[in-house]
């Protein structure tokens, strides 16, 4: 079963700072935690892919309605209060085991070397249906 879990920073649970106000030594503690998370994942054969996301600034929405030019915008707007940091596509045998594998992300190294405490969300990655029916 594949899960997807993506990494939303912003509000979280520790109260700790957004990472532009974290020293450069907590930054890279946070990252080896994230890149050995990855290799361990890798190692057991669960790590589908694991991706960070540039910031909302440098997001974009398209709508198109099948003719002329699309629709670009800029988004999401600076008032949002979180933002999709990144995420890990993993194939597990159970969503206990995604679950599992969700809540040692969420506790990662931040400000002060204290969890994060960073809410991640676990979502089921279904198959298309038949396009023969």
């Known amino acids: 079963m594949r899960y997807m879990l993506l990494q939303n920073y912003g509000q979280v649970a520790s109260g700790c700072p957004p990472m532009n106000e974290w020293t450069e030594a ?24 694991a991706q960070g996301l540039a910031g909302p600034e440098q997001a ?20 949002a209060k ?18 599992e594998i969700a809540a040692r992300a969420s506790a990662a ?11 991640i969300e676990v979502r089921q990655v279904l198959s298309a249906p038949d396009p023969e029916l």
């Open 60 to 79: 974009k929405f398209v709508v198109w309605d099948g003719t002329g030019a699309p629709v670009v915008t800029d988004g999401p707007f600076g008032e």
């Open 26 to 49: 907590e930054i890279a503690a946070h990252i080896r935690f994230q890149i050995a998370l990855n290799a361990e994942l890798a190692q057991t054969g669960e790590l589908v892919d």
């Open 82 to 99: 979180e933002l999709l940091a990144g995420y890990r596509v993993i194939d597990v045998d159970s969503a206990e085991r995604a679950i």
């Open 109 to 119: 190294p931040a400000a002060g070397g204290k969890p994060i405490m960073q809410p």
